[in-house]
Structure formats: C-alpha cells, structure tokens
T-cell receptor, first 112, second 112 residues
C-alpha cells in the first residue's frame, strides 16, 4: 500500500518559470519529509527536507511547503533551469526512523 | 563529501546464479540500505542495517539476503537470481535521527 503518492508522473515547464511538484501521504505519523532528485543512471541526490514542526523550508531556488492537515507537501523550484530536468522523489519517515517511504517520482522537464 | 560506492554499474547474470552486490561508504555511517528502483514503483527498501552484523527486512526482502561484516561495507546477495530481479539496485547510508540518506550511483542488474 503506497503511503506516499506522487500522482503526476511528469511535468513540463518553461525555463525561468516556477515548477511545482506535489506529494500526498496517508500516514499521519510521518514527521520528516525529504525531496530527492535523480538523473538517469545516477543515484538520487538529496535536495531539501522539512520536519513537521515547520510548514516551509527554503534553500536557494528550492522551497518545500508542508500542509499537515491536508497531508500534502510540495516542492517549488524558482526559477526553473534546464539542469533541473530530472526525476523528483518525495519521501517520508516517522521519527527520523530508518524506514523511508518513497513516492513513485515525477519526471520534470524544463524546456529552454 | 559523503561517498557511497557500488562495485558495478552494470551487471548481467543468468537465471539461477548467485549474485553479490557490494556497497562501501566512507563517512562512518551506522545505517546502510539496499533499495531497488523499478519504473512506476519508485524506490522500495529491500534490507537495511543499523550496525555491524545487524539487519532488518524492508518491504521486499524475498529472494535477497544481506551481509554486514564491517561498518563501511554492506552486501546484497541474490541467492538464485531470477528474471524478476532485473532492476536498478541502489545502496544508501546515513547517520541516525533526522538526517538524509546518501545514495550510491546504482547497479543496473539484468538477469537473463
């Protein structure tokens, strides 16, 4: 049973515009959320995280928003660049535990 | 910089063969993980280890075993490879608590 869901398998955005990637979860015990970026033939690389005591975390062009009541988080990339084209995975855990639950990923294409 | 390395980038094996995938990390992380990534399914946890000689089953341990004899090294073993184990295998490591996992580059395993 998929506890973390990314319902959009793909997203295309013009260079310079905002990319918004969405993620929903079902387990209300999740309190730590992460976003990873993955290029083809490479391992995922960590982008940004947020704990449930916050509703927003920002790192440069990347901002993650957490809406606990809706069990929803989103990753905003502003401005989008062609190098951002990759598959993005969201993930969640309970209490910082080792068991990390991943979504199925969203392929972002940034069009020059 | 944390470095997680995997012994092979590409591997082709025959059905019934015993397969060893090796992973080494250089940051003294106590926790290490093996995932497989399949299209449309995201990353699924096979096994993880929180200390030398300690292991825990993940979501899909059937057909796999693991070994951790040294802190920096975590091996995934396919006792008798089958075609449905054709996949991308990703190793990761991390410190405990609210910290991200660092991934290796992955091994693309094909079982013929």
């Amino acid at each position: 049973d998929q506890q973390v869901k990314q319902n959009s398998p793909s997203l295309s955005v013009q260079e310079g515009r905002i990319s918004i990637l969405n993620c929903d979860y079902t387990n209300s015990m999740f309190d730590y959320f992460l976003w990873y970026k993955k290029y083809p033939a490479e391992g995922p690389t960590f982008l940004i995280s947020i704990s449930s005591i916050k509703d927003k975390n920002e790192d440069g062009r990347f901002t993650v928003f957490l809406n606990k009541s809706a069990k929803h988080l989103s990753l905003h990339i502003v401005p989008s660049q062609p190098g951002d084209s990759a598959v993005y995975f969201c993930a969640a855990s309970v209490g910082g535990a080792n068991n990390l639950f991943f979504g199925t990923g969203t392929r972002l294409t940034v069009i020059p | 910089d944390v470095k997680v390395t995997q012994s092979s980038r590409y591997l082709v094996k025959r059905t019934g063969e015993k397969v060893f995938l090796e992973c080494v990390q250089d940051m003294d992380h106590e926790n290490m993980f093996w995932y497989r990534q399949d299209p449309g399914l995201g990353l699924r946890l096979i096994y993880f280890s929180y200390d030398v000689k300690m292991k825990e089953k993940g979501d899909i341990p059937e057909g796999y075993s693991v070994s951790r004899e040294k802190k920096e090294r975590f091996s995934l073993i396919l006792e008798s490879a089958s075609t449905n184990q054709t996949s991308m295998y990703l190793c990761a490591s991390r410190w405990g608590g609210y910290n991200e996992q660092f991934f290796g580059p992955g091994t693309r395993l094909t079982v013929l």
